[in-house]
Every structure is written in C-alpha cells, then in structure tokens.
C-alpha cells in the first residue's frame, strides 16, 4: 500500500503561483513514478505532470509546459508541483499519483494509487 498526501492548495489570482506538495508513505513507494492530475468540475480527470521513479526525467501536459515544475525529495518521500503563471482555467482539484513502474503515463486508468486532492483556485 501507497498512501499519498497532498498539501498546497487554495485560491490565487491569475499570473499568481503556488506550490503543491505530495507526502508519500508506504513499504514500496521506491518502486513507484509519482505525479500529478487534476479535475475541474464538469470534466475528466486529466494528466499534468510526472517525475520517473528515479527522478531522472519529467514530463508535462502542453497546457502546463513553461508554467509547472515538478521536482522529488526522495529523502524526503515527496513530490512537488510548483505552479507559475497560473491561469483561470487551471483551476481544479489536483490529484497525487503514483504508477508502478519507471514512468507515470498520462492514462488516469492506469494509476495505481490516488490522493484525496487538494483545491486550487485561480481568479481572474
């Protein structure tokens, strides 16, 4: 088992940034890539962003490139999500995910475990 935490959230004006936070635990999460999706009401859950298991590569989805960076504290079991440039249409609840194996697709039906989701808000 993989519990995930995430922390951060809340409400911004748009050009604002923030930083999320994902504390992970459990007896395998070294064999994990972690990551990050996000929902707004009335739509899919969808892929923003992931870091492999070994850290080495990341990747994002086109409507967050330049503006996220994701980035591991593997001393520290966590996963970050910094937030620049924000715009209205980011918000949603995001969601921390890890996937079993090197890499974190951009496939929600493939994440093997899933945060509660913390709320990010942009106003414009």
């Known amino acids: 088992q993989v519990q995930l935490v995430e922390s951060g959230g809340g409400l911004v004006q748009a050009g604002g940034s923030l930083r999320l936070s994902c504390a992970a635990s459990?007896?395998?999460?070294?064999?994990?890539?972690m990551g990050w999706f996000r929902q707004a009401p009335g739509k899919e859950r969808e892929f923003v962003s992931g870091?492999?298991?070994?850290?080495?590569?990341?990747s994002y989805a086109e409507s967050v490139k330049g503006r996220f960076t994701i980035s591991g504290d593997s001393a520290k079991n966590t996963v970050y999500l910094q937030m620049n440039s924000l715009k209205p249409e980011d918000t949603a609840v995001y969601y921390c995910?890890?996937?079993?194996?090197?890499?974190?697709?951009?496939?929600?039906?493939?994440?093997?475990?899933w945060g509660k989701g913390t709320l990010v808000t942009v106003s414009s």
């Open positions: 995910a890890a996937e079993a194996g090197e890499f974190l697709g951009s496939s929600r039906f493939r994440v093997d475990y």
């Open positions: 870091i492999s298991r070994s850290g080495d590569t990341t």
């Open positions: 459990g007896r395998t999460f070294g064999n994990y890539a």
